[in-house]
């Protein structure tokens, strides 16, 4: 499972994360931005994603309104 782990975080970095000036919307300054919609609307995205998630969830973990339940209904 790690190798998943790897692999989602890889995808996160090369997509979703830039190292920038970014205003919040609670005003407070940042500097990176992280949307992780670019990661998770790729196909292996969001099948890693739901994998990884599954795992947790047959471990016991509970998440609510998450949208990579997704990958995990397919």
Same mark, same amino acid.
């Given at each position: 499972?790690?190798?998943?782990?790897?692999?989602?975080?890889?995808?996160?970095?090369?997509?979703?994360?830039?190292?920038?000036?970014?205003?919040?919307?609670?005003?407070?300054?940042?500097? +990176?931005?992280?949307? *992780?919609?670019?990661?998770?609307?790729?196909?292996?995205?969001?099948? *890693?994603?739901?994998?990884?998630? +599954?795992?947790? *969830?047959?471990?016991?973990?509970?998440?609510?309104?998450?949208?990579?339940? +997704?990958?995990?209904?397919?």
């Amino acid at each position: 499972m790690s190798d998943d782990r790897s692999e989602l975080l890889d995808l996160i970095v090369r997509h979703s994360f830039e190292r920038r000036k970014v205003v919040l919307s609670s005003g407070k300054e940042s500097d +990176f931005y992280l949307d *992780l919609r670019t990661t998770m609307m790729r196909p292996r995205g969001i099948e *890693l994603a739901g994998k990884l998630l +599954f795992a947790r *969830l047959e471990q016991g973990a509970v998440y609510t309104r998450d949208p990579a339940s +997704f990958g995990v209904t397919r």
